[in-house]
């Protein structure tokens, strides 16, 4: 038997979301694919890091394609027809024209029917077009929420929805260890952040809902400003451009305390465990969400969270958040001012993240994937 793997995001040398998913997921499978199975990876370049490190059973192959667009469904669909796999699984992103029967994708949500102003024409048809088209012509899907799949098949009308299987993602596991005080203090002075800060990590755009982010901070920095933690309070924003990136600089440009806000851009993961351990509040009011990997690695940095209702974060962090209506500027802003005054609260909200993450790991996700794909 041969399953064929899609590692080409899981390859990238600046990962989010959706490549780190990619990413853990391969590293669990080597360990949870019996030896007696041959595994391929493809990718547009050499495999870098652990990432190359591969079982006996394993090999790489490297799909080499000058063009920027059309990798996956020329190059890999020529490759698939070639090696002829039993199996194939794309983590993350769309599956090639040509695959094999036993195609196994995972879809991790369907943003753009709640939100389609949050994407250009292009992205917008692109993720519909192929959550529509797995639907169809999928062996097996993977979802990481019953959120998500509940969507995924009230959109594509889908009645019978065995073939989509919830298996829920795990947490870098990096951020429960301690960060040094002195070096995660020289982290934050390196990018220009001093404490006290709330922190919100992930594309800087309308359907993270970073506008509002920046609305209920300001409003907290001009409702309470005589008190000293909210007096010295700054914001910081680590994460790449994403749409509608313009409006939240201009909601910045229109704040009276643009000076305490820091846009860091992407930031590698030994930075992010120091910045993640030393917030004050994790900020997390995203429109929609297929999962919400950032609460769980909150939880692990024992920081406290807010985060949006309706969508999948509740199902996700159970009762270890501090949920809001991500629409109300002030719900935000006063979430934020009890966890940060309010430390009974906090430790509460801890103490139950650290609870819920015994539900979550990549282990469990990857032995769970493995199940699927040697079935």
């Known amino acids: 038997m041969i399953i064929a793997i899609d590692a080409s995001r899981a390859n990238y040398t600046k990962k989010t979301g959706v490549e780190w998913y990619a990413f853990y997921i391969i590293e669990e499978l080597k360990k949870h694919i019996p030896a007696h199975i041959s595994v391929i990876l493809y990718s547009q370049t050499p495999l ?24 996956t469904h020329i190059r890999l669909s020529w490759q698939i027809i070639q090696d002829k796999p039993d199996v194939l699984f794309v983590p993350s992103h769309v599956p090639p024209l040509i695959h094999p029967k036993k195609t196994v994708t995972t879809i991790h949500d369907v943003a753009a029917m709640r ?27 993977i979802v990481p929420s019953a959120f998500t799949k509940k969507e995924l098949c009230a959109f594509t009308k889908k009645e019978d929805c065995g073939i989509v299987h919830s298996i829920p993602h795990g947490y870098d596991e990096g951020y429960n260890k301690p960060v040094e005080e002195s070096r995660a203090n020289h982290i934050l002075q390196n990018h220009g952040v001093t404490k006290p800060f709330i922190l919100s990590v992930g594309r800087i755009e309308t359907k993270k809902n970073t506008i509002q982010t920046v609305q209920a901070f300001s409003y907290l920095k001009k409702q309470y400003k005589d008190q000293s933690d ?4 700054q914001l910081v924003l ?15 440009a229109q704040s009276a305390h643009k000076k305490d806000i820091h846009i860091l851009g992407w ?31 909150a939880f692990a940095a024992q920081t406290a969270v807010v985060a949006a209702k309706g969508n999948c974060l509740e199902e996700v962090g159970k009762d270890a958040a501090l949920y809001v209506d991500p ?6 802003a006063n979430a934020i001012y009890t966890l940060i005054y309010s430390d009974k609260l906090t430790q509460a909200y801890v103490t139950k993240g650290n609870t819920v993450l015994r539900n979550y790991s990549w282990s469990i996700c990857g032995k769970k994937t493995a199940d699927i794909l040697c079935a």
């Open 48 to 71: 870098s890091g652990t990432l190359a490190k591969l079982p006996s059973h394993w090999q790489s192959s490297v799909l080499t394609w000058p063009p920027k667009r059309l990798w």
């Open 115 to 141: 939100f389609p102003k949050s994407y250009n024409w292009f992205e917008k048809w692109y993720s519909l077009w192929s959550a529509t088209y797995a639907v169809k012509h999928m062996w097996r899907i």
């Open 230 to 233: 909210i007096h010295d309070l």
């Open 238 to 252: 680590i994460g790449k451009p994403g749409f509608g990136y313009d409006g939240v600089m201009n909601a910045i």
């Open 267 to 297: 930031m590698s993961q030994h930075e992010l465990y120091a910045f993640m351990q030393s917030a004050r509040v994790f900020v997390f009011p995203s429109l929609y969400e297929g999962f919400g990997m950032p609460v769980l690695e």
């Open 327 to 332: 629409l109300k500027t002030t719900e935000i």
